[in-house]
């Protein structure tokens, strides 16, 4: 490993360096801001914001969640009762919602997942002690006590200000099933249904943003071959009806095919030459794509104390994604040119080497500063391909994979992907505007990749934001950063970064990985950022207009 901590003493020479140079350079480090290494001594890269040259809308659900009924996900995750002694309400933990919240979460799935497969919705609503209890056979043989069914979802999305994204139920389930569901949730009239939903304390229907119809159903979902699967897609996507009036138009439900299981296409030729040839009664709005960063299957790949090779072998995979999406794209643009159908990366992430110690069905893993990068990246990939990608969701939010958070009874800790997300909050529905940079070259033994990577967008405000990654765990970047036709004046963010890639937070050590503020002044109308190795800096610019 070469990334790793300098010794104390040429640590401490080191800040009282970059210091002084930073005051030379005009870069002003604020109040706890991350300690810099000097600038290397190549010139500094420049990076050209085109504020004239605008891109497609970020949709906010790019910057989803994903929950499933797996491990401590749901139940401790989010669900810990109405009588518990943390702080929740109506059974929903309060530390939870605050910390989503503050991600301005703008959707979540549920409630799987292979686990949506095997759901039966009925058996979690009405009262409590009448709810079946039933095996969670694909994630670890828990039991499953639906104490958490579809009105404890939906008052959760509702608590933390977000949509609801609900998958049904194609493989053991039915079409009577989905469209009884649908009925439940979003019937405004005295249906049998409605009748129950508000019986069960829930008057007005429910929104639903998003159906999901099925899940991987090339696995999990029933090892359907393509042509099987279109044939029940095209009977859900026509019965499993949202029957509010409030949501159609432009807020009506949008309909989520199975797609490609990663790079194998043979799910996104099928649905999308069903979609050309559609007849009146059915249409999908979106086609999902599974794509995790495992380093092979099944996931070996530790989550801690891993080598600087292990961190450049992830991180040179899930760049991966850029050529997935752009693979599938090309396919979706021969059915459908005019992008009317979106891409909708509804599970991605990291996929590592359970924690040791826990039920290796939990899917339990500890979150570095690599998963941070990872996400970064990811987002990034997805911003720059927004006239597709329509939504995303991370595995998972809590306790589960690439988590946001981690709880353990009452506590609760915040993972440095969580910081990425609060980080790029600002990106949600601002508008992609073009970059151009040379991104250079990170090697790590006989791999090579990209060095830096960067995104801008421009907000509802009119404020521009920009999104700088660091790959490179051992060399700080330097950027020298102009917004053409305009005289940028001072940047002000947050960078996170820490000493090491695999770098965590624990309950013992909660900020080991936390944003530090960063600002900068123009120095003739360019911006001077100096980015410390293995970082993801976001900052917001200000002109001089
Ligand atoms: O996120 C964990 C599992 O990964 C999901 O249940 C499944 O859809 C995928 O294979």
Not at 278 to 285: C, H
Not at 326 to 332: E, G
Request: glycine share 8%; hydrophobic share 40%.
């Amino acid at each position: 490993m070469t990334m790793l901590l300098r010794p104390r003493g040429e640590r401490v020479l080191l800040i009282a360096l970059a210091a002084r140079m930073a005051l030379a350079a005009g870069l002003v480090v604020g109040t706890n801001a991350v300690a810099q290494t000097p600038p290397a001594s190549a010139p500094p890269t420049p990076l050209t914001i085109h504020a004239d040259r605008s891109g497609p809308i970020i949709n906010r659900d790019i910057f989803g969640q994903f929950a499933e009924h797996l491990g401590h996900g749901i139940y401790d995750g989010v669900w810990v009762g109405r009588s518990s002694s943390i702080p929740n309400v109506r059974g929903i933990r309060s530390d939870v919602v605050k910390a989503l919240r503050a991600l301005k979460t703008p959707v979540v799935r549920w409630p799987g997942g292979c686990f949506a497969e095997e759901y039966h919705w009925r058996q979690g609503v009405g009262p409590v002690d009448k709810r079946s209890s039933t095996i969670n056979s694909n994630w670890g043989d828990a039991i499953e006590p639906n104490t958490f069914g579809t009105d404890e979802f939906m008052d959760f999305v509702s608590q933390i200000g977000s949509e609801a994204y609900i998958t049904v139920n194609v493989a053991s389930g039915s079409p009577q099933e989905a469209a009884e569901w649908l009925d439940y949730m979003t019937a405004d009239k005295p249906t049998t249904q409605e009748k129950d939903r508000e019986a069960n304390g829930h008057k007005a229907p429910y929104r639903v943003k998003y159906l999901g119809i099925g899940n991987e159903s090339w696995g999990c979902g029933g090892a359907m071959t393509p042509d099987d699967y279109v044939e029940h897609m095209k009977v859900y996507a026509r019965f499993a009806r949202n029957l509010d009036p409030a949501q159609s138009g432009p807020l009506a439900m949008q309909r989520i095919a199975v797609g490609p299981d990663g790079a194998k296409q043979d799910y996104t030729e099928a649905v999308m030459k069903a979609w050309k040839d559609r007849v009146w009664s059915w249409s999908i709005e979106g086609l999902s794509l599974h794509s995790y960063t495992t380093g092979g299957w099944p996931p070996a790949y530790a989550a801690t104390g891993f080598a600087e090779k292990d961190y450049a072998t992830l991180v040179k995979e899930t760049l991966g994604m850029e050529a997935m999406i752009a693979n599938t794209t090309a396919i979706m643009d021969r059915y459908d040119p005019n992008k009317q159908v979106g891409l909708i990366v509804d599970e991605w992430g990291t996929w590592l080497a359970p924690t040791a110690g826990t039920n290796p069905g939990f899917l339990v893993q500890q979150n570095s500063l690599r998963d941070a990068v990872i996400a970064a990246l990811n987002l990034d990939i997805f911003a720059r391909h927004a006239d597709r990608v329509r939504m995303t969701n991370i595995a998972q939010m809590i306790n589960v994979l690439q988590a946001m958070i981690v709880t353990d009874g009452p506590r609760m800790l915040l993972t440095p992907t969580y910081y990425v997300y609060r980080m790029y909050a600002p990106f949600q529905d601002a508008q992609l505007i073009s970059t151009t940079f040379e991104p250079g070259v990170y090697g790590q033994g006989a791999l090579a990749m990209a060095r830096v990577d960067a995104i801008a967008a421009r907000d509802k405000r009119g404020g521009v934001w920009l999104a700088v990654t660091n790959i490179d765990p051992n060399r700080p970047a330097d950027i020298s950063v102009a917004i053409e036709g305009v005289k940028a004046r001072s940047v002000t963010g947050e960078v996170l970064t820490a000493d090491r890639v695999d770098a965590v937070n624990t309950f013992e050590k909660p900020d080991v990985v936390e944003p530090r503020p960063i600002t900068a002044q123009a120095v003739g109308g360019r911006i001077q950022l100096h980015l410390p190795p293995k970082s993801v800096t976001v900052v917001s610019i200000s002109d001089q207009r």
